[in-house]
């Protein structure tokens, strides 16, 4: 008795070692490679019948399997793959199963239908004799399901439904063909192209006359609105690649690579011209998509852009750019009638499309804009078009102005404006201060709105109004290179731009900002999740692009205001050719305000001293320059380097040059480094146990 324990007790730590080494999950690859050898065994048994292993095996495979030996091959070869995938066991069996379920049924299906099964198709056959023949194959059809979603798993519902679905439709074309045949139209270069409007080489843009004009917009006072005749209309002229010869070039192009298409439609833009390419059947839009260098190529244009496909139609937009852009006038987009007629007050002409028409928006809805380009793109001129349109419908009464341009020239020239609560502000200091009030401001029209019963802006002059009381103008604050600020202050900037574009739109506080370099150091995520209206000049790098739009195609843009707009309006980027404004335009329309002030007292005008709101916030400021643990650090610092810069407190701290300088004039004035001499690093006058002191004096 004592033995055979022991033989038994041999025998199942055997069974043990052998299960843990089978289920191990080294073993995998080992077993997948097995398999695909004796699957290849298999193959070479079944066509090469003739040497003596191999004859012996094809007569077992066709006796015992019949003509599924095929199938057992490439379910071996399936296993393996399982096996490669590095699935768990578990998996692994299930999808085996999942292959022999199918093997089965394709076993029984050769038997049934040929007497081809083998001995094992003999013995599913059997099961007929219980269920009858319908009813054993029905049996194992319904196995072979359950065998593909144990292999496919919910995947094989999706294939399952999509291919009937694809029936489905073939169906139904195909009762339509029988009732009504269509005759096939000739695709190719030698089909004429049919346009919707007729074209010249030399296309004239068309503005349409205003049947009214407003002048009961805004509150009947004491100042006069700029007639429209001050700003410039002319001809809006393009001269337009050969239509005919450039579309024989694509489609002689892309039938080089075996692709049939035609072109439907052209639309002779501004500053490019649109050609609709419809893809022939069965013709993959990323195989066209490939060739987009090649067609640019075969026509000689840098810049050429693919719509795929073109909003709302069922085709390719291949956009060429114009031999000779048109210049699109502000005046012209003025003196139309959805600008002139509309009660919208910071409606702008964002442009015009591809296809010619006016593109307007507005601010009020937006509530926010983000403009962004490099420079010469058009983006500085498309500010001067906002404020031109601005000032086109409103008085000082209905809108104030906040002019940031750390560049200095480029919003000088509205310093006249009646509009401006201060001058444009250059120094990034000012900025900051403006920034503050502006904040405080916003919380102060909450409060107004609240004690009123407001909920908005609108709502709260809509009664001001019927009590014959003053209204709030509202504030559109434009900077014109954003980056300089964000490199100075950073997150003091970036936090105090977010409040505002989170909660100002209720009180008519607006923001524009611009920068020519859309880094994510400079709009980042939390901005551009904040103002969702941008628009995008041309950048340097498909980066750039999608750091605005979060899309590429700002790059290949033309420049000269070719521009991306995107909006909350908009599915998709908007190609819009932006207006242009003459520095000769802008002097005409401010001097038309200010010529007005004279009739207008002081007190009327609401202007804001900046003197006032400095000693306010500059003390604030200095209070975030002299933070307890900032300050103290910038002191040990220069203190332990025995010498005091600012590129020195950059470094260390990780600050910007306007708050290192900031905690320099403080130490300055504590008497703890001396005086600047000239490019020399400052002196410091005091020692390690001096400043401890000092610190213990203030605690």
């Not at 995998?28 to 003739?50: D, R, V």
């Not at 502000?425 to 401001?441: H, M, S, Y």
């Not at 001396?674 to 410091?684: A, D, H, L, M, Y």
């Given at each position: 008795?004592?033995?055979?324990?022991?033989?038994?007790?041999?025998?199942?730590?055997?069974?043990?070692?052998?299960?843990?080494?089978?289920?191990?999950?080294?073993?995998?690859?080992f077993?997948?490679?097995?398999?695909?050898?004796?699957?290849?065994?298999?193959?070479?048994?079944?066509?090469s019948?003739?040497?003596?292993?191999?004859?012996?095996?094809?007569?077992?495979?066709?006796?015992?399997?019949?003509?599924?030996?095929?199938?057992?091959?490439?379910?071996?070869?399936?296993?393996?793959?399982?096996?490669?995938?590095?699935?768990?066991?578990?998996?692994?069996?299930?999808?085996?199963?999942g292959?022999?379920?199918?093997?089965?049924?394709?076993?029984?299906?050769?038997?049934?239908f040929?007497?081809?099964?083998?001995?094992?198709?003999?013995?599913?056959?059997?099961?007929?004799?219980?269920?009858?023949?319908?009813?054993?194959?029905?049996?194992?059809?319904?196995?072979?399901?359950?065998g593909?979603?144990?292999?496919?798993?919910?995947?094989?519902?999706?294939?399952?439904?999509?291919?009937?679905?694809?029936?489905?439709?073939?169906?139904?074309?195909?009762?339509?063909?029988?009732?009504?045949?269509v005759?096939?139209?000739?695709?190719?270069?030698?089909?004429?192209?049919?346009?919707?409007?007729?074209?010249?080489?030399?296309?004239?843009?068309?503005t349409?006359?205003?049947?009214?004009?407003?002048?009961?917009?805004?509150?009947?006072?004491?100042?006069e609105?700029?007639?429209?005749?001050?700003?410039?209309?002319?001809k809006?002229?393009?001269?337009?690649?050969?239509?005919?010869?450039?579309?024989?070039?694509?489609?002689?192009?892309?039938?080089?690579?075996?692709?049939?298409?035609?072109?439907?439609?052209?639309?002779?833009?501004?500053?490019?011209?649109?050609?609709?390419?419809?893809?022939?059947?069965?013709?993959?839009?990323?195989?066209?998509?490939?060739?987009?260098?090649?067609?640019?190529l075969?026509?000689?244009?840098?810049?050429?852009?693919?719509?795929?496909?073109?909003?709302?139609?069922?085709?390719?937009g291949?956009?060429?750019?114009?031999?000779?852009?048109?210049?699109?006038?502000?005046?012209?987009?003025?003196?139309?009638?959805?600008?002139?007629?509309?009660?919208?007050?910071?409606?702008?002409?964002?442009?015009?499309?591809?296809?010619?028409?006016?593109?307007?928006?507005?601010?009020?809805?937006?509530?926010?804009?983000?403009i962004?380009?490099?420079?010469?793109?058009?983006?500085?001129?498309?500010?001067?078009?906002?404020?031109?349109s601005?000032?086109?419908k409103?008085?000082?009464?209905?809108?104030?102005?906040?002019?940031?341009?750390?560049?200095?020239?480029?919003?000088?020239?509205?310093?006249?404006?009646?509009?401006?609560?201060?001058?444009?502000?250059?120094?990034?200091?000012?900025?900051?201060?403006?920034?503050?009030?502006?904040?405080?401001?916003?919380?102060?029209?909450?409060?107004?709105?609240?004690?009123?019963?407001?909920?908005?802006?609108?709502?709260?002059?809509?009664?001001?109004?019927?009590?014959?009381?003053?209204?709030?103008?509202?504030?559109?604050?434009?900077?014109?290179?954003?980056?300089?600020?964000?490199?100075t202050?950073?997150?003091?900037?970036?936090?105090?731009?977010?409040?505002?574009?989170?909660?100002?739109?209720?009180?008519?506080?607006?923001?524009?900002?611009?920068?020519?370099?859309?880094?994510?150091?400079?709009?980042?995520?939390?901005?551009?999740?904040?103002?969702?209206?941008?628009?995008?000049?041309?950048?340097?790098?498909?980066?750039?692009?999608?750091?605005?739009?979060?899309?590429?195609?700002?790059?290949?843009?033309?420049?000269?205001?070719?521009?991306?707009?995107?909006?909350?309006?908009?599915?998709?980027?908007?190609?819009?050719?932006?207006?242009?404004?003459?520095?000769?335009?802008?002097?005409?329309?401010?001097?038309?305000?200010?010529?007005?002030?004279?009739?207008?007292?002081?007190?009327?005008?609401q202007?804001?001293?900046?003197?006032?709101?400095?000693?306010?916030?500059?003390?604030?400021?200095?209070?975030?320059?002299?933070?307890?643990?900032?300050?103290?650090?910038?002191?040990?610092?220069?203190?332990n380097?025995?010498?005091?810069?600012?590129?020195?407190?950059?470094?260390?701290?990780?600050?910007?040059?306007?708050?290192?300088?900031?905690?320099?004039?403080?130490?300055?004035?504590?008497?703890?480094?001396?005086?600047?001499?000239?490019?020399?690093?400052?002196?410091?006058?005091?020692?390690?146990?001096?400043?401890?002191?000092?610190?213990?004096?203030?605690?």
């Amino acid at each position: 008795m004592g033995k055979n324990n022991k033989k038994s007790k041999i025998k199942t730590d055997w069974f043990e070692k052998i299960k843990v080494i089978l289920l191990s999950e080294n073993f995998k690859p080992f077993l997948g490679w097995f398999l695909i050898f004796l699957s290849f065994f298999l193959l070479i048994s079944i066509f090469s019948p003739y040497g003596k292993i191999t004859s012996k095996i094809n007569l077992f495979l066709i006796r015992f399997f019949g003509w599924s030996e095929y199938f057992l091959v490439f379910s071996f070869l399936g296993l393996a793959y399982f096996l490669f995938k590095n699935l768990k066991w578990f998996d692994v069996f299930k999808r085996g199963f999942g292959l022999l379920f199918l093997f089965f049924f394709i076993n029984f299906y050769f038997h049934y239908f040929f007497r081809e099964g083998g001995i094992l198709g003999s013995l599913l056959f059997s099961l007929s004799f219980a269920l009858g023949s319908l009813g054993a194959f029905i049996f194992y059809f319904l196995l072979s399901f359950f065998g593909a979603w144990l292999i496919f798993e919910n995947k094989f519902i999706e294939i399952f439904l999509n291919l009937f679905y694809q029936v489905k439709q073939e169906t139904e074309k195909i009762k339509l063909i029988k009732k009504e045949p269509v005759e096939a139209p000739l695709k190719g270069v030698k089909q004429e192209i049919k346009l919707e409007k007729e074209f010249k080489e030399k296309k004239e843009l068309k503005t349409e006359k205003p049947k009214i004009n407003f002048r009961k917009i805004i509150q009947q006072g004491k100042w006069e609105l700029p007639p429209v005749e001050i700003l410039k209309q002319a001809k809006e002229e393009v001269i337009a690649p050969d239509v005919k010869k450039t579309s024989e070039i694509i489609l002689k192009t892309l039938e080089s690579f075996e692709i049939k298409a035609e072109i439907v439609n052209v639309e002779i833009g501004p500053a490019v011209t649109r050609f609709s390419l419809k893809p022939g059947e069965g013709i993959k839009l990323s195989k066209i998509i490939s060739l987009q260098n090649d067609i640019a190529l075969a026509l000689g244009v840098p810049n050429l852009v693919l719509e795929t496909p073109v909003p709302g139609r069922a085709v390719i937009g291949i956009e060429v750019p114009n031999i000779k852009p048109a210049v699109v006038r502000i005046g012209n987009l003025i003196n139309s009638p959805e600008f002139l007629n509309s009660d919208e007050l910071l409606l702008f002409p964002v442009g015009r499309k591809i296809n010619g028409e006016a593109y307007f928006a507005d601010l009020a809805k937006m509530p926010h804009l983000l403009i962004a380009g490099t420079t010469g793109s058009g983006k500085s001129i498309f500010i001067h078009n906002l404020l031109i349109s601005f000032l086109m419908k409103n008085t000082p009464e209905t809108l104030n102005l906040l002019l940031i341009d750390p560049k200095r020239v480029e919003l000088i020239n509205y310093q006249s404006l009646p509009h401006l609560l201060l001058e444009p502000v250059t120094d990034l200091k000012k900025a900051l201060i403006v920034f503050n009030w502006l904040v405080e401001e916003m919380e102060n029209r909450y409060q107004l709105l609240e004690a009123s019963g407001s909920r908005d802006i609108d709502s709260y002059n809509r009664k001001q109004i019927q009590k014959k009381e003053k209204i709030i103008p509202r504030i559109v604050l434009i900077i014109d290179e954003m980056a300089d600020l964000m490199v100075t202050y950073g997150s003091s900037v970036e936090t105090m731009i977010i409040r505002l574009a989170q909660m100002a739109r209720a009180t008519g506080i607006h923001l524009i900002l611009a920068t020519q370099r859309p880094s994510v150091d400079i709009v980042t995520g939390l901005i551009k999740a904040n103002i969702p209206n941008r628009i995008c000049f041309k950048v340097a790098s498909q980066i750039d692009s999608r750091t605005v739009l979060d899309v590429s195609g700002a790059e290949k843009l033309i420049g000269s205001g070719d521009a991306l707009f995107i909006s909350t309006e908009l599915h998709f980027p908007l190609r819009i050719k932006t207006p242009f404004v003459s520095e000769e335009e802008i002097h005409r329309v401010v001097k038309f305000w200010s010529q007005q002030i004279e009739k207008i007292s002081p007190e009327e005008l609401q202007k804001i001293s900046f003197e006032e709101i400095e000693r306010k916030f500059l003390p604030v400021l200095d209070e975030e320059a002299e933070d307890s643990e900032l300050f103290k650090q910038a002191v040990y610092i220069v203190v332990n380097a025995g010498k005091a810069s600012t590129s020195l407190l950059q470094r260390k701290l990780k600050i910007g040059y306007a708050r290192a300088a900031r905690l320099l004039d403080l130490m300055e004035e504590r008497g703890i480094i001396g005086p600047q001499e000239g490019s020399k690093p400052r002196r410091v006058l005091v020692t390690p146990e001096e400043v401890e002191e000092l610190f213990k004096e203030e605690a």
